[in-house]
């Protein structure tokens, strides 16, 4: 069975985690996706940028009033 938790603030009414179980109907229209992941932070430290990299994930770190691609030319995009 399938379980999702949530740590992101909510509202105080719907409490900070949800463990509910995902319905296998909903599982199963995503089945021909590809995903592909990222890292992001306003300071992203060396260390964890490494680890993303290294992992196959984008590394995404502000730049001024915007957001950057730590990535180079050779990065390869992990895809599950």
Known sequence: M???????PMPRQWGTRIDAP???LTLRHYAGFRVMGAVAGMVVPEAAARFAYRQGLFVLAQSGDSMAIGNDEHFTPGVW
């Open 2 to 8: 399938w379980k999702f938790w949530c740590w992101m």
């Open 22 to 24: 995902i319905p296998a």
